[in-house]
């Protein structure tokens, strides 16, 4: 008898810890975006010895070449994966409209129609901390904090501070964040090991003025900076279930780094291809797939310590991490792209999913934009939006959950633009030739 009653008691105790299937009753994810991030690139580099965490993250974690959608426009992605839905149905479908009187205006969070994930957690209850994820101004009046992309700006030394106080949410916060910008250029490069690309085109000759992105380089790298630095003060700031942050510096700087291939001969082949044949060698793409993806070495290794960190602490949680991009790059008749024309498809984006009960090393095959916010809310147990338009990438777990759906709204929001917000972020469009 008391065999028995000793078996049932360790029985008891131990029953959470076995089977392997139990999952956290908190679930708390971080989520790394990494604007453009590619396979493409990435591969070789692990291959030689570099990028250990991403290694980490597809050794431990399931994975996927995610993909994207047309038109293959940041602005509009990145709200597809908050919502789960198509652009037709979010609302944000380019970088701008034009009103009447022909005013251009670029889409903010007035015009999406369909809530976000941190929305949809807002109303559960659940606390988030939202960084500069793309068209988030005027910010949500979430549980939590969201320091909103317009933010950002902030680097530009005539933007009027007070306005800016509307870009963080509660605006107490201000202050704090305010205090992450960074102003000294040449600092932060060597904190963040990435070249000044600027002086390298001017060692081949050509005016960095005049190039593209490279004219406003500066501006990027104090903004991503500034991201990183955000991202640290919440971390250490407070406790979520959701801690999402985006960074831009792989779509920026893979939109110019195949101007610093040394291989001319071997672009020069490459770019005939594409341009007569509309297609191109798989050898000769994996060669200079692999030169595109030395000059973003350090950008990847950048990306790389941070991906680390982050690791490490949803490890010490116990949390989830997704890390994924918008779309990849592909080569294109003017060079690395993802707007491509139209007999192109859109480039494939990365996914990486590490955690509790995530399968290790496993490719999820047909993952996509629009199963990231069914899975969010799969993970946080609670019911799928019935007319989103991905499902839950339940095939990444080794446990399975009955799904339940609802229908969400986004009922309560902020309406507003304010001018020399726009002016700012049109400037910007301008300099990375989006318009
Ligand atoms: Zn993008």
Same mark, same amino acid.
């Given at each position: 008898?008391? #065999? *028995?009653?000793?078996?049932?008691?360790?029985?008891?105790?131990?029953?959470?810890?076995?089977?392997?299937?139990?999952?956290?009753?908190?679930?708390?994810?971080?989520?790394?975006? %990494?604007?453009?991030?590619?396979?493409?690139? =990435?591969?070789?580099?692990?291959?030689?010895?570099?990028?250990?965490?991403?290694? #980490?993250?597809?050794?431990?974690?399931?994975?996927?070449?995610?993909?994207?959608?047309?038109?293959?426009?940041?602005?509009?992605?990145?709200?597809?994966?908050?919502?789960?839905?198509?652009?037709?149905?979010?609302?944000?479908?380019?970088?701008?409209?034009?009103?009447?009187?022909? *005013?251009?205006?670029?889409?903010?969070?007035? !015009?999406?129609?369909?809530?976000?994930?941190?929305?949809?957690?807002?109303?559960?209850? $659940?606390?988030?901390?939202?960084?500069?994820?793309?068209?988030?101004?005027?910010?949500?009046?979430?549980?939590?904090?969201?320091?909103?992309?317009?933010?950002?700006?902030?680097?530009?030394?005539? @933007?009027?501070?007070?306005?800016?106080?509307?870009?963080?949410?509660?605006?107490?916060?201000?202050?704090?964040? !305010? $205090?992450?910008?960074?102003?000294?250029?040449?600092?932060?490069?060597?904190?963040?090991?990435?070249?000044?690309?600027? @002086?390298?085109?001017?060692?081949?000759?050509?005016?960095?003025?005049?190039?593209?992105? =490279?004219?406003?380089?500066?501006? %990027?790298?104090?903004?991503?900076?500034?991201?990183?630095?955000?991202?640290?003060?919440?971390?250490? $700031?407070?406790?979520?279930?959701?801690?999402?942050?985006?960074?831009?510096?792989? /779509?920026?700087?893979?939109?110019?780094?195949?101007?610093?291939?040394?291989?001319?001969?071997?672009?020069?082949?490459?770019?005939?291809?594409?341009?007569?044949?509309?297609?191109?060698?798989? /050898?000769?793409?994996?060669?200079?797939?692999?030169?595109?993806?030395?000059?973003?070495?350090?950008?990847?290794?950048?990306?790389?310590?941070?991906?680390?960190?982050?690791?490490?602490?949803?490890?010490?949680?116990?949390?989830?991490?997704?890390?994924?991009? /918008?779309?990849?790059?592909?080569?294109?008749?003017?060079?690395?792209?993802?707007?491509?024309? /139209?007999?192109?498809?859109?480039?494939?984006?990365?996914?990486?999913?590490?955690?509790?009960?995530?399968?290790?090393?496993?490719?999820?095959?047909?993952?996509?934009?629009?199963?990231?916010?069914?899975?969010?809310?799969?993970? %946080?147990?609670?019911?799928?939006?019935?007319?989103?338009?991905?499902?839950?990438?339940?095939?990444?777990?080794?446990?399975?959950?009955?799904?339940?759906?609802?229908?969400?709204?986004?009922?309560?929001?902020? $309406?507003?633009?304010?001018?020399?917000?726009?002016?700012?972020?049109? @400037?910007?469009?301008?300099?990375?030739?989006?318009?």
């Amino acid at each position: 008898m008391r #065999k *028995i009653l000793v078996f049932l008691v360790l029985t008891f105790l131990f029953l959470p810890f076995c089977g392997g299937k139990r999952v956290p009753n908190r679930i708390k994810v971080i989520l790394l975006g %990494f604007d453009g991030a590619d396979w493409d690139f =990435i591969e070789p580099l692990m291959e030689e010895g570099y990028l250990p965490h991403f290694r #980490k993250l597809r050794e431990e974690g399931a994975w996927a070449r995610l993909r994207s959608m047309k038109p293959t426009l940041s602005a509009v992605i990145w709200t597809t994966i908050a919502t789960g839905k198509r652009m037709e149905k979010h609302g944000i479908v380019d970088w701008l409209y034009v009103k009447k009187h022909g *005013i251009k205006v670029p889409y903010n969070s007035s !015009e999406r129609r369909e809530p976000a994930i941190w929305e949809i957690l807002t109303e559960y209850n $659940k606390t988030s901390a939202v960084i500069n994820w793309f068209v988030t101004f005027p910010p949500d009046h979430i549980k939590g904090i969201m320091v909103s992309s317009a933010m950002r700006d902030y680097v530009f030394p005539r @933007k009027k501070k007070k306005l800016l106080r509307q870009a963080v949410y509660p605006p107490r916060y201000f202050p704090l964040i !305010e $205090k992450c910008m960074v102003w000294n250029f040449q600092a932060a490069l060597r904190e963040m090991g990435i070249p000044d690309y600027r @002086k390298m085109a001017r060692e081949m000759g050509r005016d960095p003025s005049k190039l593209p992105i =490279i004219s406003s380089f500066r501006v %990027f790298v104090l903004m991503e900076k500034f991201t990183e630095n955000v991202g640290e003060v919440l971390w250490k $700031k407070g406790d979520y279930d959701l801690f999402a942050l985006y960074f831009r510096w792989p /779509d920026v700087t893979t939109h110019f780094a195949g101007m610093f291939i040394k291989d001319r001969e071997l672009v020069r082949r490459a770019l005939e291809q594409v341009r007569t044949r509309h297609k191109l060698d798989p /050898d000769l793409r994996r060669r200079l797939d692999r030169e595109d993806a030395h000059v973003l070495l350090p950008v990847y290794r950048y990306l790389d310590r941070i991906l680390g960190r982050y690791i490490e602490r949803a490890e010490e949680k116990g949390a989830y991490l997704i890390v994924l991009s /918008d779309h990849g790059f592909d080569l294109g008749p003017n060079g690395y792209n993802h707007e491509l024309p /139209d007999w192109m498809e859109p480039p494939l984006g990365i996914l990486g999913i590490m955690g509790p009960g995530v399968k290790k090393g496993y490719e999820l095959k047909d993952a996509t934009v629009y199963d990231i916010a069914p899975t969010l809310l799969y993970l %946080f147990n609670l019911p799928i939006g019935r007319d989103m338009d991905g499902k839950p990438l339940m095939g990444a777990f080794k446990f399975s959950r009955k799904l339940r759906y609802r229908r969400y709204y986004r009922r309560k929001f902020i $309406k507003k633009h304010i001018k020399e917000l726009d002016q700012d972020t049109l @400037k910007e469009l301008k300099s990375l030739g989006y318009i």
